[in-house]
């Protein structure tokens, strides 16, 4: 059974600075993986999607990366503003006929101004 | 705006009501995917519909049932509603059912059940 698990649980940290979420996975036989952004009470908006066969995607100061073979994924975000401010959140997409999500409890991090 | 949009974007119940909630796929998208999101959880997928058939269950109750229209259009029913029940319950759309395409979400209907 595949289970994710995000490191830390939250995060506080001053502005500007550079900071690495973990994500990590048991079963490395994925399809996809993604990192979610979650605001308080709201909905999932996608960051960054990576593909089974590649290393890392990158999104203006957001970088993620994916070794499948150790089951790790991490997020980078480079010069920290308050907006940052949020839940984050990775799943990864396994193969078989249901393309369905399986999502880790997430990173709350806080851009302190 | 992924072009998901759900109803009602709030909802209080009582336990033991039943309780339906509402998705519109992106304009295009046949396949749609419902997860409930407890406080402080990652969400939890519940069920996925394909062309108006369901296509892959998580670990629910039979009393978690969906439905998905002509229009690709879904919905969400839960009977009997436990304390427990009281989630997030987020739909996503997606294009190509098996195929592993990105699911884009709406915002969500909060479920209060007293």
């Known amino acids: 059974k595949q289970e994710v698990t995000q490191i830390p649980a939250a995060l506080s940290v001053p502005e500007g600075e550079n900071l690495v979420l973990n994500c990590s996975f048991t079963?490395?036989?994925?399809?996809?993986l993604q990192w979610f952004r979650q605001d308080p009470g709201k909905g999932l908006t996608s960051l960054l999607l990576?593909?089974?066969?590649?290393r890392e995607q990158t999104s203006g100061r957001l970088n993620a990366s994916l070794d499948k073979s150790s089951g790790r994924s991490t997020l980078y975000i480079a010069a920290s503003q308050p907006g940052d401010s949020a839940t984050y959140l990775c799943?990864?997409?396994?193969?078989?006929?249901?393309?369905?999500?399986?999502f880790g409890t997430g990173t709350l991090l806080a851009v302190q101004p | 705006e992924t072009g998901v949009t759900q109803s009602p974007t709030h909802l209080i119940k009582t336990r033991g009501q039943q309780v339906t909630l509402r998705c519109s796929s992106q304009?295009?998208?046949?396949?749609v995917s419902w997860y409930q999101q407890a406080l402080g959880q990652g969400p939890q997928f519940i069920f996925q519909y394909y062309r108006e058939e369901e296509n892959g269950r998580g670990n629910f109750p039979p009393r978690f049932s969906g439905l998905q229209f002509p229009n690709y259009s879904s919905e969400l029913n839960v009977n009997a509603l436990e304390l427990d029940d009281s989630a997030l319950y987020l739909c996503a759309s997606s294009l190509g059912g098996p195929a592993k395409n990105i699911q884009y979400f709406g915002a969500g209907t909060r479920l209060s059940v007293l």
């Open positions: 990576i593909q089974s066969s590649q």
């Open positions: 079963d490395s036989a994925i399809y996809n």
């Open positions: 799943a990864v997409m396994k193969g078989g006929a249901t393309n369905k999500l399986i």
């Open positions: 304009s295009g998208h046949n396949t």
